[in-house]
């Protein structure tokens, strides 16, 4: 039933070839001159990649470990992968854009910032953790597109660690993708800088940004600043990106209901059309003292959402269990337009002029030309090629 292909183990490893050999020694030189940062006196180079916009002396680094100074040129990530793969675009989770299809999505090294929950904290921490890093592998962007034609996405996403730190190469896959048709999306943590939102902007549709908590102070444990996540929420609403917000929802951390409804209001007051997804935590990396999010919360944390006025909000990573928040349906008359399971489209009903076909309601988002286009699985297919220890 799943249509994810992994492609890490088709492609040449440069896992480094003796014990001794350190990531950075790997890394390094898999890079090109940056465009995001401005020279200052003395070498010294300030990055606007992020919200910390880092200030690096010469033979320094970033935050992020992966950005780097030397003779006052900025050094960025190019030319290489950590992590690629083709899966649902509803994994992403993008519930508003080309539902049911694919899209190729990869990863590089390094990360603006530390949580302790963080499910690819393998690729995110490294040059940071000693025991995080996967071996890259070498890969150009004209082979990254053809990857994805050959399996049939639709859209190229740059996800797994923080996309705002590798932004250059980003775009230079992007830009090609866009000659073929294919869409750019990002899946970000949202420490955004007005000048990295424009310079993605021309190449990237869809911009998913997490917002992790509605404390300044953990957001500060995390490694980024609250005020600017909500900055960045709104900027890239109204600078034409699509725009889904995820929160993760950790009991203990931002289970409250008085948090939960700051921050649907907060999302409510930029825009009550940008998608909420609520998702599952579960104990990873460094955090396992929390329980993990069950069904029953995941309700409540939509409900909330529905409260405060958001039209599309969903609860993920508890298929079958969080009853309607897993459908999308008309703001208006409520008919079922996506009715889903997990990453399954089981049925679709949008128009091909993106309306409801009761009431004829515009639902927002990026939706595909044509109904012929969604790939729909039949529930009694769908029920016969279900695990029986998942009924």
Known sequence: ????????????????PKADVKLHEVLDPMVRPGDLYTKLDNNWVQCYACGHRCKIRPGARGICQVRYNIDGVLYVPWGYVAALQSDPIEKKPYYHVLPGSDALTFGMLGCDFHCPYCQNWDISQALRDANAGRPPVKITPEQMVELALKHGAKSVVSSYNEPLITSEWAMDIFKLAHQHGLLGLYVSNGNATREVLEYIRPYTEGYKIDLKTMQDKNYRWLGG????????????????FWVEVVTLVVPGFNDSEEELREAARYIASVSTDIPWHVTAFHKDYKMTDPDNTTATQLIRAAEIGKEE????????????????????????????????????????????????PACHTSIPGIWPKSREEVTIMSEDEFFLRRPRSAW
Do not use: W
């Not at 183990?9 to 480094?16: M, Q, V």
């Not at 005020?227 to 600078?239: F, G, S």
């Not at 599309?312 to 999308?328: D, K, M, S």
């Open 225 to 240: 600043k609250l005020q600017t996540v909500l900055d960045a929420i709104k900027m890239a609403h109204d600078m034409g």
């Open 309 to 356: 006025g958001l039209k599309f909000v969903y609860a993920g990573n508890a298929p079958g269990q969080v009853g309607p928040y897993e459908n999308t349906y008309c703001p208006e008359c409520n008919t079922l337009l996506i009715k889903r399971f997990g990453y399954v489209i089981l049925d679709y009903q949008i128009t091909d002029d993106g309306k409801c």
């Open 1 to 16: 039933m799943s249509r994810e292909k992994d492609f890490m183990d088709k492609l040449p490893s440069l896992r480094p």
